[in-house]
């Protein structure tokens, strides 16, 4: 098997074109964050500081939805093992597409409801 070597602060190879393929057809993406399985509904995939970030909704933790719906934002560099699954979900009512903090770093977003 080969490794791919990379610095901490770089996404894995195809993992941006997984968050797209996701946004467009509203399907969760399963993913190691902070040492626990993650499942979410990502809805922003935009640059800070050179970097890539996701804002998304956290379906499940470790196996358990979360007690209450919120919009999170993750590091697209801190996702391991990301992979497109088959869960579809719904835009969220707290995501703002024309939030202020996307102004010209937007790269994708899902369309309003």
């Given at each position: 098997?080969?490794?791919?070597?990379?610095?901490?602060?770089?996404?894995?190879a195809?993992?941006?074109?997984?968050?797209?393929?996701?946004?467009?057809?509203?399907r969760?993406?399963?993913?190691?964050?902070?040492?626990?399985?993650?499942t979410?509904?990502?809805?922003?995939?935009?640059?800070?500081?050179?970097?890539?970030y996701?804002?998304?909704?956290?379906?499940?933790r470790?196996?358990?939805?979360p007690?209450?719906?919120?919009l999170?934002t993750?590091?697209l560099?801190?996702?391991?093992?990301?992979r497109?699954?088959?869960?579809?979900?719904?835009?969220?009512?707290?995501f703002l597409?024309?939030?202020?903090?996307?102004?010209?770093?937007?790269?994708?977003?899902?369309?309003?409801?």
């Amino acid at each position: 098997m080969t490794t791919i070597e990379r610095s901490p602060a770089e996404p894995a190879a195809g993992a941006p074109a997984i968050i797209f393929e996701a946004i467009v057809k509203l399907r969760a993406v399963a993913a190691t964050y902070n040492r626990g399985d993650v499942t979410l509904a990502p809805h922003a995939i935009y640059t800070r500081h050179g970097e890539l970030y996701v804002d998304a909704t956290t379906l499940e933790r470790d196996g358990r939805p979360p007690k209450e719906e919120k919009l999170g934002t993750f590091k697209l560099a801190g996702l391991g093992a990301l992979r497109l699954t088959p869960r579809r979900f719904t835009t969220s009512s707290l995501f703002l597409a024309h939030d202020p903090k996307y102004a010209g770093v937007l790269l994708m977003a899902v369309e309003a409801g």
